[in-house]
């Protein structure tokens, strides 16, 4: 009996000296190198509408792998990149700061129908040059370890690309405004009454809502052609969404209050801003 606890004494003491000896392997991340971004062309732009929407094959970006290095070895996760433009000054800190999402990709040749798409975030005027600043994020899974590169400069002049064609007027109804679902073209309210503010957004500085339905109409006293919510009634987000002609559902309303609504014929979304 006392050789079979010696015995398992020793096995104890040797397991705890293995466990001491051999402690659980942790990857760690270790480095990584930013990347570098280049461009085959940083030259003066102007985009114009295609019909065949080109690819632009004299203005290519390319980017760098950063190669993150873990303790286990090189990163074999998929890596993802996203493209940003901003404003020259804003630092990439614009809230219209434009975006695209590559996934392991080092390289890209933009359409002229997506690079105009791409600019056109910042909402900037078109048809005037604006100078853009570009570069490449770099992440791995969940946003995490971001690596940003150096910044490229491009003056690049967009043109006017809308979702739908844009009407002369923009008017708000349903029972979530003040005068409900009254459509009266002899006498259209003026509180619900956009002002057109660009080529392609309508704005209405202040409307006072209840929770309940709208629609977007473009013609005073008619029905013809409203812009509604192509899914579920009351489905869409609140406090903005896409909009489209002719759909079926009504729009739901956010909480009551005192809203500023902006409509964007470019992106073909509009926005509900809580003013008190």
């Known amino acids: 009996m006392k050789s ?3 015995i398992t004494i020793l096995w ?5 000296f293995a466990a001491c000896n051999n402690p659980e392997t942790k990857m760690m991340y270790q480095a990584g190198t930013a990347p570098v ?4 062309s940083t030259a003066n732009l102007t985009l114009t509408p295609n019909a065949n929407n080109a690819v632009l094959s004299s203005l290519q970006f390319q980017w760098t792998n950063p190669n993150y290095q873990f303790t286990n070895g090189v990163n074999t996760q998929d890596v993802t990149y996203t493209l940003q433009v901003d404003t020259v000054g804003s630092n990439f800190t614009n809230p219209n700061m434009g975006v695209v999402t590559f996934t392991n990709a080092v390289s890209n040749n933009f359409t002229i129908k997506s690079l105009n798409g791409l600019c056109g975030q910042l909402q900037l005027a078109d048809g005037t040059p604006h100078t853009f600043a570009f570069r490449i994020k770099s992440t791995l899974a ?3 370890l971001p690596l940003y590169s150096n ?5 690049i002049t967009t043109y006017l690309d809308v979702v739908y064609p844009v009407p002369a007027n923009l008017y708000i109804v349903g029972d979530a405004t003040p005068s409900g679902w009254e459509n009266d073209s002899s006498k259209p309210d003026a509180t619900q009454t956009f002002t057109k503010v660009n080529p392609y957004t309508f704005q ?8 309940n339905q709208f629609l977007f109409i473009p013609v005073a006293g008619s029905w013809t052609h409203k812009y509604a919510f192509n899914a579920p009634s009351s489905s869409n987000n609140p406090m903005g969404d896409v909009f489209t002609p002719d759909a079926s ?3 739901q309303a956010p909480a009551a209050g005192n809203y500023k609504i902006i409509v ?13």
């Open 4 to 6: 079979y606890k010696l």
């Open 12 to 16: 104890a003491i040797g397991m705890t």
């Open 37 to 40: 971004l280049t461009v085959s």
């Open 142 to 144: 969940n946003g995490s």
């Open 151 to 155: 910044t490229v400069q491009i003056t």
């Open 204 to 211: 209405l500085n202040s409307i006072a809502l209840t929770a």
């Open 249 to 251: 559902s009504n729009f």
């Open 264 to 276: 964007n014929f470019k992106t073909a979304k509009y926005t509900m801003i809580l003013l008190n």
